[in-house]
C-alpha cells in the first residue's frame, strides 16, 4: 500500500551543525571507534542523565545483554518483565539463563506498576524489567526500586523509548541498578539508525562494563619493561573469573558518539515539540468522540515517542481500515504481547495472567508520530482522524 503518511522508520531530520559534526568526525577521528568523540558522548549522557557512569553501545538491545550477563543468573532465577514490551526487552536475559514471569500492565498507564510486579515475585526473582513504554516514565518507579532493593533484586529500566523523561525530578533509567537507551533509527534521537547508551550506578558494574563491551580488553595491572610485551592489553574479567562469562565486542563507533553529543543539545526541544504536538491532538480529537481514549500527560514525565489510543467499543479494526484505506494513513497495532510469540511459546513460557495487557493491545492504535512530521502532514493527520471518528 502506498500510504500519504507513511509510519515511519525513521524518526527525525538532521540540523546543519549534526550533518558538520558527523563530517568532522569523518575526517579527524583516530581511531574510528573507542576514541575521544565516545568519551565526550558517555561524559555529556551521564551529565544530562544525572548517573556516575553511562556507556556508549552499538544499541540498546546490546545494553541489555550486559546487563543480564552482570545480573550473573543460576538454574531457576526468575526475571519478571511486561509482556507489553518489544520483544529486546526480554530476550537477552533467556539467553543469559534466566525464567521468564510475565507481569501486566495498568490499562491506565499502559506500563507495568509495584502491585503487578509484587503480585509475580517469588523467592527465585532475580532481577525485574521495566519498561517506560512509549515513552512514559512509569509513576510507580520509586516504590519499584525501593521494593527490588529491599528484596535484593536487581532493576532493569528499559528506557528505549523514553528518553528525557522524569519522574520526581529525576530521570527515566537513574531509579534501577541498570538503565538502558536507544537511539534507534525510531526513537526521539538517532545515533545514524542504531546506538544506545547503557547507565549504571554501583562501582562494581562500572568496572566490568568496558571489557564486558569490548573483547575483555583492559590494561595489564603491571609495568612492563618493553610496552608491546606480553601483548598490547590484557584479555581477562577478573570481576567475573570463574562465571563463565564472555565478553563481547559491542561498541559505538565515533562517528555515531560525535553525532550523539550534538543530538543530546535538542533532544529536550524535541520532546517539548512532540508533547506540544500530542497534546493538541489528544484534545482536538476527544472534543470529537470518546472513541479513542489516550492516555494525556502534561509534564516531562511522558515524551510522547510514540502517540497511542484504545478504542473502545471494538471499533479498532473500522477505524484503522477507514484510516488506512480511505485517509492514506498507516495507523499501527503494538506490541504483540510476548507471551502469545510462537517464539516465546516454543521457549515455554507462554502461560501468562495479564488480562491489561491482552485487552490493550487488541484494541489500541498507535498513530504515525515522528517528529519530521510537517506542519501540513499533522493538520492531514488530525483532520483525517476527525473525519473518521465523526463516521463511526
Ligand atoms: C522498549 C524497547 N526496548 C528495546 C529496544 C531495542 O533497542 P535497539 O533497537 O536500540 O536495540 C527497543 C527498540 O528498538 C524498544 O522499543
Known sequence: MNFKIPFSGRAHNYTEEEEQIVLKAMRDAIPLTQGKYLAEFQVEFAKYIGSPYAFGVNNATSAL???????????GDEVICPS?????????????????????????????????????????????????????????????????KENNILLIEDVAQALGTEVNRKKAGTFGDFGVFSFHSHKNITTLGEGGMLVVKDDKFANIVPMLRHNGHTA????????????????????????????????????????GVELLKRID???????????????????????????????????????????????????????????????????YPLHRYDFYKKLGFGDAKVPNSDSFFDNMVSFPFHHSLTEDEFSYLLQSTKEVLKEL
Open 65 to 75: 545483554y550486559l546487563s543480564a550477563q552482570m545480573c550473573q543468573f543460576e538454574n
Open 84 to 148: 507489553h514490551t518489544f520483544t529486546a526487552s526480554l530476550y537477552p536475559f533467556i539467553k543469559n539463563g534466566a525464567t521468564p514471569v510475565w507481569a501486566d500492565i495498568d490499562m491506565e498507564s499502559r506500563v507495568v506498576n509495584l502491585e503487578s510486579i509484587k503480585a509475580v515475585t517469588t523467592s527465585k526473582t532475580k532481577a525485574v524489567i521495566v519498561v517506560h513504554l512509549y515513552g512514559f516514565a512509569i509513576p510507580d518507579i520509586v516504590e519499584i526500586a525501593d521494593f527490588c
Open 220 to 259: 595489564w595491572s603491571f609495568d612492563r619493561e618493553n610496552y608491546w610485551t606480553p601483548a598490547m592489553g590484557n584479555v581477562d574479567l577478573p570481576e567475573l573469573n570463574g562465571k563463565g562469562i564472555l565478553p563481547n565486542n559491542f561498541s559505538l563507533g565515533e562517528v555515531e558518539s560525535a553525532l
Open 269 to 335: 526541544k524535541i520532546n517539548r515539540e512532540k508533547r506540544g504536538r500530542a497534546l493538541h491532538f489528544i484534545d482536538a480529537v476527544s472534543k470529537i468522540s470518546p472513541l479513542l481514549k489516550f492516555h494525556k500527560v502534561e509534564t516531562v514525565q511522558h515524551n510522547y515517542h510514540l502517540l497511542v489510543a484504545e478504542v473502545i467499543d471494538g471499533k479498532r479494526d473500522v477505524f484503522m481500515k477507514k484510516m488506512s484505506e480511505e485517509k492514506g494513513i498507516q495507523v499501527v497495532v503494538q506490541y
